[in-house]
């Protein structure tokens, strides 16, 4: 069975302050590594995602870094604002027909103004 | 450029009855994606269709089925409801690979 495991299960942080969510994988073949953000009453939404071929990724004050040989993945928040307020998901993927994707159980963030 | 759109939303069934949700993907999606979120378990992955065939297959029991139509809606059903049923039913569409774009789901509770 492959696994995902995600953490912290909860995280809470002062506004401005940094967020750092953990991924790590069993699959050596996933290729593909987003990250998902829901916010209550919502369907989760694709927030940064990166491939294997780069180690770091950033997207305003989003960033993933990518470890491949310890099969991790992390999501970097910086100056953390109640609206990022929200869960967030990993899903790992291998690129093609495979959508049968397996998810973190989620990181609850919540932004203390 | 309209997002996924899930109904229904909202719905209350009992054990043993049955239950059809229905998915219209983004237009030109062609792959309809079907997952189940409940607190303890998180998302787990029901089924995918592209082209009206399914492509792959979650570890659930026989009661949840769904299919694709030719427009790329998708429907699922899961029949004989129970208890353990209750949770948000989500679906995304995406193209071949790479993002998945979700509706906001249909809620159901089995009393």
């Known amino acids: 069975q492959q696994q995902v495991k995600q953490s912290p299960q909860s995280l809470i942080v002062q506004k401005g302050g940094i967020s750092i969510i953990n991924c790590a994988y069993e699959n050596t073949a996933f290729d593909y590594f987003p990250w998902y953000q829901q916010f209550p009453g919502k369907g989760p939404a694709l927030l940064i995602a990166i491939r294997p071929d780069v180690s770091e990724k950033k997207e305003g004050r989003f960033t993933i870094s990518f470890n491949k040989s310890a099969k991790q993945f992390s999501l970097h928040i910086m100056d953390s604002q109640p609206g990022d307020s929200a869960t967030y998901f990993c899903a790992p993927q291998k690129a093609g027909n495979n959508r049968k994707l397996i998810w973190g159980l989620g990181t609850s963030l919540a932004v203390n103004p | 450029k309209a997002g996924v759109t899930q109904t229904p939303r909202y719905l209350i069934k009992t054990r043993g009855q049955q239950v059809t949700l229905s998915c219209s993907p983004i237009?030109?999606?062609?792959?309809v994606s079907w997952y189940q979120q409940t607190p303890g378990q998180g998302l787990q992955f029901l089924f995918e269709?592209?082209?009206?065939?399914?492509?792959n297959k979650g570890n659930f029991p026989g009661r949840f089925s769904g299919r694709q139509f030719s427009n790329s809606r998708s429907e699922m059903n899961v029949s004989t409801l129970e208890l353990g049923d209750s949770a948000l039913y989500l679906c995304?569409?995406?193209?071949?690979?790479?993002?998945?774009?979700f509706g906001e789901g249909s809620r159901l509770t089995v009393l």
């Open positions: 995304a569409s995406s193209l071949e690979t790479g993002e998945l774009f």
């Open positions: 237009s030109g999606h062609r792959s």
């Open positions: 269709y592209f082209s009206e065939t399914q492509r």
